[in-house]
């Protein structure tokens, strides 16, 4: 249960991120600004602890194993960030969201095995809710889908779930916080190939910058790395990209309490039913449990 609970808040962790984005954004900085000092403080932030559990050399292919996979966590975001310059947020956010049924079918085809009921049932609740959650009914339909955006967006949703599979399967064996600093490194090296750290030179870091960027590395990549690292290996890609979903009813909550955006009676009701699609596998798998003890 508790590998559960820390990738369930690792999902809520990221469901903050929209929400400081617009904050940075507001103050004129830029997706490079944004991103690249993101990354950088992300770097900065998980080798900190990472140094303190270095007693035993980890083998380098390993490391260089992690790495890579930090480069989908760090495409996932330049991604996304790139999508939402041609569509909505709303629109955007629900391309993202296709990472549900990704993992369970990546999951399905690696294990060869078909996914329960429960939890095809959870994913049609999951984009139910996420449909709606997303506000795509009240965003003007399909005039607003502009290609690239939907490439972007797509783009997004298949590196957030290639992140939800390889962090639950490569190099499990070292330690957490290790594992994440590598990762983070991989995003830093990406995020710095397509954008160039002016924000290091231009003096926009200690002009303002460095507490959205800060907010953004701690809620963006330390905390949801090192969670999805503890709890990824123990419950698998499958019920990882379902938990992932609680980023959507975090990003809402987020935007409503800090940004004072309105919420529509639909978007709740789509919050409600993303949350009653991740509870549901859990609570079955739990009453299945029960059953069995009772008839043993």
Known sequence: MRYILLVFLGACSYGILSTIVKLAYKQGYSPAEVIGGQMFLGF????????????????LRQLLLLVAVGLTVGS?????????????ASIAIVL?????????????????????????FSLLLLLTGTLLAGGIFESGGLAQFHILGVV???????????????????????????RS??????????????????FLFNGALLDGLFPYVFLLAFFGILIPTVFFNYGMPHIGAGMGAILGAAELPMAVLSSYIILNE???????????????????????????????????
């Open 44 to 59: 900065v932030l998980t080798w900190i602890p990472a140094l303190f559990f270095l007693r035993t050399k980890p083998p």
């Open 76 to 88: 996932t975001g330049i991604m996304y960030y790139n999508a939402l310059q041609y569509i909505p």
């Open 96 to 120: 993202l969201f296709q990472f549900t049924w990704m993992g369970v079918l990546v999951e399905a085809v690696m294990t060869r095995r078909t996914p329960g009921k429960e939890t095809i």
């Open 152 to 178: 972007f967006g797509l783009l997004s949703a298949v590196s957030f779930t290639l992140f939800i599979l390889f962090s639950g399967k490569i190099a499990i064996a070292i330690n957490p916080w290790i």
């Open 181 to 198: 600093s590598s990762m983070a490194t991989g995003s830093f090296l990406l995020a710095i190939l397509i954008y160039p750290p002016v």
């Open 262 to 296: 309105s919420v529509s009676m639909l978007q709740v009701s789509g919050v409600v039913i993303i949350l009653l699609g991740i509870i549901l596998p859990e609570w079955l798998r739990q009453r299945n449990i029960r059953r069995n003890k009772a008839t043993s």
